[in-house]
């Protein structure tokens, strides 16, 4: 099983965003925001890609694998 380390929080305090505006730019909620950032769900492909974007970044730069 592949493990990931999830720098959402990180990259939100970095880029000085909100839990509420990040929800706002992705399209997903602020509780789907919260659960991802601490852990507690893998998002999809398609909702990784949307934070992503939302961030102005790359996946590689919020999540990262480990080996």
Known sequence: MVSYKCRLSDVMKIRGISQDELAKRSGLTQAMISRISNSKRVPT?????????ALRCS??????VEQ
């Open 45 to 53: 492909i398609v909702n990784a890609i949307k934070i992503a974007g």
């Open 59 to 64: 996946i590689y730069d919020i999540w990262e």
